[in-house]
């Protein structure tokens, strides 16, 4: 069993949920969650920023990248809000796809963007 999946075990128990519970609240099946607790499934990284939520942890601490059990960071829950934005998600997948020019020229209209914000 991975580090991951025995953190989000812990973690379910120390909030006395059943994985019943938990599939519930990421609105899967109980099977699909307790593929993750068993480490026979990698959990996606939208279901990990929820349970960070709920538990009140950071996500570094859901994916063993720290053992502190950190609350969730305030500016670290509004990127995550930020990144799970569906829409948002198109463009995400489509940028390692792109070329060297048109990610340039992202960066080039952010950068007109944020100056106009000012």
Not at 18 to 34: C, H, M, P, R, W
Not at 59 to 79: G, H, N, S
Request: charged content about 35%; hydrophobic content about 35%; some cysteine.
């Amino acid at each position: 069993m991975s580090n991951v999946s025995q953190r989000l075990k812990d973690l379910r128990k120390e909030a006395k949920l059943t994985q019943a519970d938990v599939a519930k609240f990421l609105n899967i099946s109980e099977s699909a969650y307790g593929y993750y607790e068993q480490g026979r499934n990698e959990i996606s990284i939208g279901s990990v920023q929820k349970l960070a939520e709920k538990y009140d942890v950071s996500v570094a601490y859901i994916l063993c990248e720290t053992d502190e059990k950190q609350p969730l960071d305030k500016e670290e829950a509004a990127f995550q809000a930020f990144a799970n934005d569906p829409e948002l998600q198109v463009f995400y997948k489509e940028l390692p796809k792109s070329d060297e020019e048109t990610v340039r020229r992202l960066r080039d209209i952010w950068e007109i963007i944020k100056h106009e914000k000012k």
